[in-house]
């Protein structure tokens, strides 16, 4: 039997996973199931293959986007400050959509684009989900959450709380809030070696939006499929994402098949793939994860070096 891996080696994994889902993921991104076999009839399992279309090629193959940029953020602000600081946080999102900002969704553009946002983000974020007559659930927060089931993981009432507070900072539908909880809970229960006794969304937040519990008990012993992550008017919704991220823990058998269907379903693939990917990565850990898509990041170096210095944080 292969070893259960080792803390260090899980923290590793939530970061890289979160990068190679998110690299690989947007080889797929905003396609139906029918067309990433029509671009990939081989299936897509390196960044080299991915398709040079107007979209992707913004990015250079092998780059993660949006997802793990806004991820690095929160991870960024933890390693200088050790703690979550939401005002800090927020500024960081806000000069990071200034300085480029690629692939920022449109929600979080509305959200940091007002005034006032930096002092008073979470004012920010409820006026735009008003004016979206609280129908906006997308998934700008889940997305990049993951790291902060890993940050405080031994306690998990602060898992959830940060995880609320960094929603927060631009989402303020309760279905993003618990999204973020329920993967960033997940992961933390994944680092303690609690995962057994997950089965159920309310195993890890006792109180959920009833409407995500609902949604991750219709995948419950499903196949991906019926997830149908690339669904045209629901490609961007929370509820995927996070589903995919329960759907992975829950079924894949090693981190590269579970990623891989992942990525195959289409849909915000690179979202998609990064919260699966960040989960998996706990579970399986770093050294699990096919050394190609590691080396293969164009900016792996520096993910490396970020997370040794989390590695010694958290483990001191
Ligand atoms: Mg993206």
């Given at each position: 039997m292969t070893p259960l891996p080792q803390l260090p080696d899980r923290i590793r994994g939530v970061i890289f996973g979160q990068a190679v889902g998110d690299a690989l993921g947007l080889g797929t991104e905003f396609m139906s199931v029918d067309e990433v076999w029509e671009h990939y009839p081989e299936g897509l399992s390196t960044y080299h293959q991915i398709i040079q279309d107007a979209h992707r090629s913004?990015?250079?193959?092998g780059d993660w986007t949006d997802d793990t940029d806004q991820f690095l953020c929160i991870l960024d602000s933890l390693l200088e400050h050790g703690d979550v600081r939401r005002l800090d946080i927020a500024s960081r999102f806000l000069d990071w959509s200034r300085t480029g900002g690629m692939g920022i969704g449109r929600s979080t553009l509305k959200v940091l684009s007002l005034p006032g946002y930096t002092t008073e983000p979470e004012k920010a974020a409820r006026y735009v989900w008003e004016r979206g007559r609280r129908d906006l659930a997308p998934n700008g927060a889940v997305m990049r959450t993951s790291i902060l089931g890993v940050w405080?993981?031994?306690d998990h009432q602060r898992v959830l709380e940060n995880a609320t507070t960094v929603c927060q900072l631009t989402h303020s539908d309760p279905r993003c809030i618990d999204s973020c909880r329920l993967i960033s809970g997940l992961i933390a229960c994944v680092l303690r070696g609690?995962?057994?006794?997950?089965?159920?969304?309310t195993d890890i937040v006792a109180e959920l939006d009833p409407r995500l519990i609902e949604h991750i008990m219709a995948l419950?012993?499903?196949?991906?499929?019926?997830?149908?992550?690339?669904e045209p008017d629901r490609i961007g919704y929370t509820l995927k994402a996070a589903g995919a991220g329960w759907w992975a823990h829950h079924h894949a058998p090693s981190f590269e098949v579970g990623l891989l269907s992942v990525v195959h379903a289409g849909g915000d693939a690179d979202t998609n793939g990064a919260v699966a990917g960040s989960v998996l990565g706990a579970r399986?850990?770093?050294?699990?994860?096919?050394t190609t898509w590691v080396d293969g990041l164009n900016r792996r170096d520096e993910l490396l070096e970020r997370a040794d210095r989390l590695v010694a944080l958290v483990t001191a």
């Open positions: 913004r990015w250079r193959q405080d993981y031994k609690e995962q057994a006794k997950v089965h159920v969304p419950q012993g499903k196949k991906l499929e019926h997830h149908q992550l690339d399986f850990g770093f050294s699990a994860i096919p």
